[in-house]
């Protein structure tokens, strides 16, 4: 039999070389680079090193520091609703009581598909304060319209309403899938003992679903801390930088006042706040992966 | 009684995510004062064919569809080979910096685009790609995350199915092709239809590499549609149905792969 080229022991090394390739062009080499870059000032020829500088001015620039408590107020109220509301979303997909489970199921998720313009321009409408359908459907129950995008306090509320619009039902899916998992014979033998509904839900389901509930709370939180989408299409971050968030604030700097050091200083800021939520999570979950 | 209320309340969940893109589909075949009036539009109105026609004058709706469809189709071909040959080689075979590869191409995972996206930016802009589609396309070949979907299918594939082919004479580009792809087919489709959603969705990027009108993707097209076009929104919602209503009838026909490829992701993490 003739040689060939391709042998079980370097066949792996010609699978993997593609994706070495992109992952050496588009993602080790830019963020090396961005490290570099946020060291420096200026652009092309006239970009110069600068050490420091591009950080000290992020520490005193009270903008970075309105973004940075934008994003974590937004973290802190809406991961919360928006996993409490799934999980209750789950159970109810889960339950044997209800009629039509997998067509409520396929409605919550579509909106995860949405595009950022499609549904920026689709909420952009859905707020508007004279004839959006959101002001619309609160009137019915005697609400007077809100000035969803104008005011500081309410501008935050859409956005934690829009994200929780978007993300919910992904979420409900993924609980759904760990709720199935769970063994029928623990709820059993709960029942015989006398266990109910609330007793099982609290000894049985959470404790079961420990896992699914970490990994979601992580990645909603990582999710929310580049939050970028909603505020660029909705509010573009304001009024009044009331919806300012970090990621938006980086995109700024960089491409609307082209100042790439700066707006790299920001991306690592920005990295290492994610890293520090990577690291709080690898300690409660033991280090398991 | 209670299983009544129950499905009540999820129907109202139903409601209120669907509901959107039913009035939006409706607004869509409205005119601009009718979508501002006093009630939301709930019913058929009789401008869908105006509007379509006035996006087409605007944007070139079909010429940016075409370009579309051509990015995203070929950025997911490739990206799903990129995938499947990667996920192959970490699932089901030993070689030298297998770990460390696989652990540094997770990590990214973590990184925001925010950080890689200037560099790109500054490479295409050298290279002289800036306003062409390898400068969409190249930089989203390599996806972390279909990388590890396809690894943590493959190695539910026994090895001895791979080694009886093997053994019946078959050369590892045979095995691939012959043994592998067909058992994978669920897990590919649900990748292909992940980024074939991802590309048709993108926005920032192709914003910022993207100069002429002529080479928009639609959601660039939209975006700009949306700045000059304030004063007329029925078109706005042609474009944006248009945007939209693909690809939830794409993942209607391939929601089962979809649902349980993205739950093999998130629930073996």
């Not at chain 1, 707006?263 to 300690?283: D, E, H, M, N, R």
Request: glycine share 8%; charged share 10%.
């Amino acid at each position: 039999m003739t040689a060939r080229l391709l042998t079980r022991r370097n066949v792996p090394y010609f699978l993997v070389l593609p994706a070495l390739l992109g992952f050496v062009c588009f993602k080790a080499y830019p963020i090396l680079a961005a490290a570099y870059i946020s060291l420096t000032t200026g652009a092309g020829a006239a970009r110069s090193f600068a050490g420091l500088d591009n950080y000290v001015r992020l520490v005193n620039d009270p903008l970075f520091w309105t973004s940075l408590g934008n994003t974590a107020l937004i973290l802190v109220v809406q991961v919360p609703i928006m996993l409490i509301l799934a999980l209750l979303l789950a159970l109810g997909l889960n339950s044997k009581l209800v009629r039509l489970r997998a067509l409520w199921r396929l409605g919550v998720f579509m909106p995860s598909l949405t595009g950022l313009v499609a549904y920026g321009v689709m909420f952009s409408v859905i707020l508007s304060k004279d004839s959006g359908l959101l002001n619309w459907l609160l009137g019915l129950f005697g609400v007077s319209p809100i000035d969803w995008l104008g005011s500081p306090f309410w501008a935050r509320i859409a956005i934690v309403i829009a994200l929780t619009w978007h993300y919910c039902g992904y979420n409900a899916v993924i609980y759904l899938a760990g709720l199935q998992s769970i063994a029928k014979e623990l709820y059993e033998a709960a029942m015989v003992d006398g266990a109910g509904a609330v007793r099982r839900f609290w000894s049985i389901t959470v404790p079961q679903l420990r896992p699914i509930l970490l990994l979601t709370i992580v990645l909603s939180a990582i999710g929310t801390l580049q939050l970028f989408d909603e505020p660029f299409v909705l509010t573009g971050g304001g009024p009044d930088n009331s919806t300012l968030t970090i990621s938006l604030y980086l995109y700024q700097n960089g491409f609307r006042y082209f100042d790439f050091g700066y707006a790299s200083a920001i991306a690592y800021a920005l990295t290492l706040i994610v890293a520090g939520f990577g690291l709080v999570q690898l300690k409660l979950t033991g280090g398991r992966k | 009684m209670k299983g009544w209320l129950l499905t009540f309340a999820l129907a109202a969940c139903f409601a209120l995510c669907v509901g959107p893109f039913y009035w939006l589909t409706m607004a869509a075949t409205h005119a601009n004062a009718d979508i501002f009036g006093a009630t939301p539009t709930f019913s058929p109105g009789d401008q869908l064919g105006a509007n379509t026609a006035k996006l087409e004058e605007s944007i070139g709706l079909l010429h940016v569809l075409g370009n579309t469809l051509l990015v995203a189709t070929v950025q997911t071909s490739i990206a799903l080979v990129v995938a499947l040959l990667a996920g192959y080689a970490f699932a089901k075979f030993e070689f030298r910096g297998r770990n460390a590869f696989f652990v540094l191409l997770l990590s990214t995972l973590v990184i925001p685009g925010g950080v890689t996206i200037i560099p790109i930016f500054e490479m295409m802009n050298d290279l002289g790609l800036i306003d062409t589609f390898p400068a969409l396309i190249l930089p989203n070949l390599t996806v972390p995350f279909g990388i590890f979907l396809i690894r943590q299918s493959l190695q539910a594939v026994p090895d001895e199915l791979l080694d009886a082919a093997r053994v019946d004479g078959a050369g590892e580009l045979r095995v691939l092709w012959r043994v592998v792809v067909p058992v994978m087919r669920p897990a590919l489709a649900a990748l292909a239809v992940f980024l074939f959603l991802g590309a048709w969705n993108d926005f920032l990027w192709p914003l910022i590499a993207l100069r002429t009108p002529e080479m928009f993707t639609l959601p660039v097209a939209l975006a700009t549609l949306q700045g000059l076009a304030r004063t007329d929104f029925g078109q706005v919602m042609v474009g944006t149905a248009i945007s939209a209503l693909p690809m939830m009838i794409l993942f209607l026909i391939l929601q089962k792969q979809f649902i349980s490829g993205l739950l093999a992701g998130a629930t073996k993490g």
